[in-house]
């Protein structure tokens, strides 16, 4: 297994500067080195789109065991296999892991996630590590990863410890090369671990942010805001001179030799030759600055349009509107977040299963048959009552089971709490038949 080849390295280094691009663009770095006595108002837009879009997509997302059948060893193989992912999610802080995972995928365009087990303990170890420095070689398929790398930098103590590699530079790099049957770490440039793989798999799960045509790497959502984003601030920064400048007036003398004692200043008196003239410059004089104002308003427009999230989605309409209406209003949002979500759901799912592929193998634990769904919930608010009422119609004319009517109305696990139901309905109908025999009794 040998290091990267030079056509790797050049697509690393090529991706590696895109990345720092989009990222420096994210963090509001907009305009290029400018003077000191320049004014740029930088408005980040572009970062609230990608900040609000990801909290759409995520809100609500559950992962759930799901049992082969309705036999009570599938229910007790599902139940574990659920206390443990619901385990996993605690100690990794899944929560906010995949919360940054997903603002880097957005930014970036692609995203990874990597699994590990922890001996220590006893337990699976979930990192999002810097897609920077992941490169893939696929099968023929285009699909299947064969290899994956991973380079990165640790200090020299942490390249010690790990790996007995001693040298005297303050930092060391790294390059983890992984394959399903094997595995091989070099620090340096120098081999300094290589065996076979112990998971069986390899333990990364790269996935685009939304697909980019041709090629395995994905699409920011910041490359379509990018020129809208800079013509935003140049004509705000611009408008804002205007403005300015408006309230300190130019005067404008004609026929002057000199300008010394003209001041612009509240109840200032010029003298001026006979046949020269002065008077201040009204920049705003024929509705110059309501041009700026409409052209602002237009990009406002177009960012809108090429990010898909409409006004609306910032909150404030101001106006009222239905259920129906409002969900018109931000259809656009609402196709962008299930193209992300079609993409999501193999990549949440891919990792729950892996996860019970590591404890399978390290605790001997038996998962057979038990399968994972990914639970989203509605990206808008719901009128509950509505929601209830037409769940309610189709169960009772045998078109939903409880379950899928559950599921529809956000419940996380539909399967405990119909157990849960069931349980309280066989109480009551206890409770019913010893008051109803208690009647009797004293009716005697």
């Known amino acids: 297994m040998n290091n990267l080849s030079p056509s790797a390295n050049d697509e690393l280094n090529g991706r590696g500067r895109r990345y720092r691009g989009l990222l420096d663009f994210y963090r509001g770095q907009h305009w290029p080195a400018a003077r000191r006595e320049d004014k740029r108002l930088t ?3 572009a970062a609230a789109v990608v900040d609000k879009l990801t909290a759409y997509l995520l809100n609500g997302m559950s992962v759930r065991a799901a049992a082969a059948d309705e036999s009570a060893e599938s229910g007790v193989r599902a139940g574990r296999a659920q206390c443990l992912l619901d385990k996993t999610r605690s100690d990794n802080f899944l929560d906010r892991l995949d919360y940054e995972t997903e603002i880097d995928a957005a930014v970036l365009g692609d995203g990874c996630y990597r699994l590990g087990w922890d001996a220590v303990s006893a337990s699976v170890r979930v990192t999002s590590p810097d ?11 285009g699909v299947t990863a064969e290899r994956v790398t ?9 390249a010690r410890r790990a790996w007995g590699f001693d040298c005297l530079n303050r930092t060391v790099d790294v390059l983890e090369t992984w394959t399903a049957a094997e595995y091989q770490v070099a620090c340096g440039g120098e081999v300094v671990a290589v065996g076979l793989n112990p998971y069986g798999f390899i333990p990364f799960i790269v996935f685009p942010n939304l697909p980019r045509s041709k090629s395995p790497w994905g ?23 205007i403005l300015e400048l408006s309230g ?32 201040l410059l009204d920049l705003l004089q024929g509705g110059g600055a309501q041009l700026h104002i ?8 177009v960012l809108h349009d090429l990010s898909e999230m409409p006004r609306a989605a910032f909150g404030g309409l101001g106006r009222d509107v239905s259920g129906v209406a409002l969900e018109l209003e931000l259809q656009p949002l609402l196709q962008r977040v299930w193209r992300k979500r079609l993409i999501r759901t193999g990549v949440y799912r891919k990792r729950a299963e892996l996860m019970l592929a590591l404890y399978s193998k390290y605790l001997g634990e038996n998962f057979d048959g038990v399968g994972i769904e990914v639970i989203w919930s509605p990206v808008l608010p719901r009128d509950m009552a509505a929601a209830v009422a037409a769940e309610q119609a ?23 709490e119909f ?16 008051n109803n025999l208690k009647a009797g009794e004293s009716a005697v």
Do not use: C
């Open 43 to 45: 408005f980040n837009y």
């Open 131 to 141: 897609v920077a420095g992941i490169e893939v070689s696929y099968n023929f398929d």
């Open 150 to 158: 991973h380079a990165y930098a640790v200090d020299k103590e942490t």
């Open 219 to 241: 699409a920011s959502d910041l490359e379509p805001l990018i020129e809208v984003q800079r013509e935003l601030n140049r004509s705000t920064s611009q408008l804002s001179r």
């Open 248 to 279: 300190n007036p130019i005067a404008v003398l004609e026929n002057v030799e000199s300008s010394q004692d003209i001041a612009v200043s509240p109840g200032a008196v010029w003298h001026v030759p006979e046949e020269a003239k002065a008077y």
């Open 294 to 301: 409409n052209y602002i308003e237009l990009l406002f427009r």
């Open 394 to 416: 189709l169960v009772q004319s045998g078109i939903h089971s409880r379950k899928r009517a559950m599921t529809g109305l956000g419940v996380d696990d539909p399967d405990r």
């Open 419 to 434: 157990s849960d139901w069931l349980a309280e309905r066989e109480s009551i109908l206890k409770m019913n038949r010893s």
